[in-house]
């Protein structure tokens, strides 16, 4: 993790992957307890954590699927095992998440910018490939997002016709 967090490059560059979906999850558990209980602690129930750890595994699930898929786009033929690799590397951040106002940006940065360096390290992926397939699900979702929006904004406008 310490070669992970100072010198994300020669981390995954060099270091063997993680040997098994085991090893992948417990990777990702000191920082998604940390979040955990940080986020548990600012609401002030203590029940808190187990949703808060259940939420990091399931944004790590999320973020590891659009990872395999849009990776596909790219002409990328991995495995989930290998994009849950990369995935739960860049979760180490998940331990600044829970810092208020500024925890959750700053751990999206980095967690894109440790997903960066494993497409480009470990997968030795065109960096420029590396930039759009980090920024897909983004586009993506915002557009999603912006349409989902328009459609609940069309049907609370026709809802206001059949009121007097």
């Not at 029940?47 to 939420?55: I, R």
């Not at 290998?82 to 979760?91: K, P, R, T, W, Y």
Request: hydrophobic share 60%; proline share 6%; glycine share 8%.
């Amino acid at each position: 993790m310490r070669l992970l967090l100072l010198k994300p490059p020669e981390f995954f560059a060099d270091t063997l992957p993680l040997k098994n979906y085991k090893e992948k999850l417990l990777f990702v558990l000191p920082p998604a307890l940390v979040f955990a209980v940080g986020m548990a602690f600012q609401t002030g129930n203590p029940l808190a954590v187990v949703l808060y750890l259940l939420g990091a595994y399931a944004g790590l699930g999320l973020w590891t699927v659009a990872l395999k898929y849009v990776l596909v786009v790219f002409g990328e033929k991995r495995t989930f095992e290998d994009a849950l690799h990369i995935s739960s590397c860049a979760a180490a951040p998940l331990a600044v998440g829970w810092i208020p106002l500024v925890g959750i940006p700053v751990m999206y940065v980095l967690v894109s910018l440790f997903t960066f360096f494993g497409l480009v390290f470990y997968f030795k992926m065109d960096k420029g490939a590396a930039t759009a397939a980090l920024t897909l699900p983004v586009v993506v979702l915002g557009f999603g997002g912006a349409v989902l929006s328009m459609v609940f904004l069309w049907l609370a406008s026709i809802s206001t016709l059949f009121t007097k």
